[in-house]
């Protein structure tokens, strides 16, 4: 079966960047696209990206476009978001899911990680 393990949270300034991994594992062929979601408290979980696994095309959620980059290393089966120019309001546990089509109803994916938490504070 699918599963996904995230890492790369952390604690970091306004401003500041950081990179968070989600490394698959198990039968794959079924999940064509990965997707990163996050959830801040008191708030229901938001989709952030998506990139299709097979062509690498992306989307972005508008909030996060133009400072956000998902990408995918083949390799080592591993999915990245790399996130600059971080904001306090991008503070959330974010996950990464894996589906069948590119989608940012969080319906739609049927695999998801254990989620890695992301602090922006000055």
């Not at 980059?69 to 089966?77: F, G, L, V, W, Y």
Request: with cysteine; hydrophobic share 35%.
């Amino acid at each position: 079966q699918v599963q996904l393990v995230e890492s790369g949270g952390g604690l970091v300034q306004p401003g500041g960047s950081l990179r968070l991994s989600c490394v698959v594992t198990g039968a794959t062929v079924d999940y064509h696209v990965m997707g990163w979601f996050r959830q801040a408290p008191g708030k229901e979980r938001e989709f952030v990206a998506v990139i299709k696994r097979s062509g690498g095309g992306t989307y972005y959620a508008d909030s996060v476009k133009d400072r956000f980059t998902i990408s995918e290393d083949n390799a080592k089966n591993t999915v990245y978001l790399q996130m600059n120019s971080l904001k306090p309001e991008d503070t959330a546990v974010y996950y990464c899911a894996a589906g069948r089509v590119a989608t940012v109803n969080k319906s739609g994916y049927n695999y998801w990680g254990q989620g890695t938490q992301v602090t922006v504070s000055s």
